[in-house]
């Protein structure tokens, strides 16, 4: 088994509380409407008649509440999946890595800064001939490549542009290239995406996850052994020197929690402190 200096980024409990958290967003849609239904009958209970315009009122907000948090919550649900099914794609590959020689090192999940922008790293393998930046990509359906720009996808009738891995994985090397410049001069670093499910062809070494292992075995085998054991460890701790913390895309976009606060739980607040107002007063 290889020794694993940074782990995947879901797993445990993460992984856990990312599938409750996709789980309470599907809930959370029908639940609006749900919620606004109740709005619009709880205020002709005799209880609440003192309150009922201002119950009335917010019930009326509350039925246009719903449909707005049901649009962000789609496209969050969208952002979401795509995310998890690259992760997940991430996951497999991160074991498989974990199956190489004891002498190898494996870093998943790098966020890495080399003088200029944050450069995100799927997996970086240390050899003892030299260093693997691979590009993880979990994409189903016809794949179509192109040198220069996005890629697309076609899948059930649809065709969407996913990032060019290429592009990625070319700009990855060349920040790691810089980091190992200043710890290990001289040493090789080469690039490949890895393909977990559609395969495609590019003028860039692309690699089916099935493979992947034969082939970094086979790659190290056909170079000079540049670094022992404890040189390679070295190195990968001082390569973990240059991570830092970053959030998924979607976690940054704090509008999609603020659209639930506004449009859930702040007429839930509302309508439940009037309520508990009248039945006082009762």
């Known amino acids: 088994m290889a020794n694993i200096y940074h782990r ?17 967003v599907s809930v959370s849609q029908p639940l609006a409407f749900v919620l606004a239904g109740a709005y619009l009958l709880l205020p002709w209970l005799k209880q609440l008649e003192p309150m009922r315009p201002g119950l009335l009122a917010i019930a009326v907000l509350s039925v246009p509440a719903a449909f707005v948090w049901r649009a962000r919550a789609r496209k969050l649900a969208t952002a979401m999946d795509i995310m998890a ?18 002498e190898w090192a494996v870093l998943n999940n790098l966020a890495l800064r080399a003088g200029g922008p944050i450069v995100q790293i799927d997996h970086l393998v240390i050899s003892p001939s030299g260093v693997f930046v691979l590009e993880t990509k979990a994409q189903k359906g016809k794949i179509i490549p192109c040198a220069a720009g996005k890629w697309q ?7 969407r542009s996913i990032v060019n891995p290429v592009q990625q994985n070319q700009a990855q090397v060349k920040a790691c290239q810089l980091l190992l410049d200043r710890l290990k001069p001289g040493l090789a670093c080469k690039g490949l995406v890895v393909m977990t499910e559609s395969m495609a062809q590019a ?9 992947l292992r034969q082939c970094l075995l086979a790659a190290n085998s056909g170079r000079k052994q540049a670094m022992s054991k404890k040189e390679i460890r070295r190195l990968a701790k001082g390569l973990m020197s240059f991570q830092v913390e970053g959030k998924a ?18 007429p839930l607040f509302l309508f439940g402190a009037i309520a508990a107002l009248a039945l006082n007063q009762a």
């Not at 003028?203 to 493979?211: G, K, L, M």
Request: no cysteine.
């Open 8 to 24: 995947h980024r879901y797993h445990g409990a993460k992984l856990l509380g990312r599938k409750v958290l996709r789980q309470l």
């Open 153 to 159: 996808v076609e899948r059930r009738g649809q065709i």
């Open 203 to 211: 003028d860039w070494p692309i690699v089916a996850a099935s493979d």
């Open 249 to 266: 895309r979607w976690q940054e976009e704090n509008q999609y929690f603020l659209t639930f606060a506004l449009t859930l739980l702040l």
């Open 85 to 102: 099914a690259g992760h997940d794609g991430e996951g497999t590959v991160a074991r498989l890595l974990a199956k190489l020689p004891r």
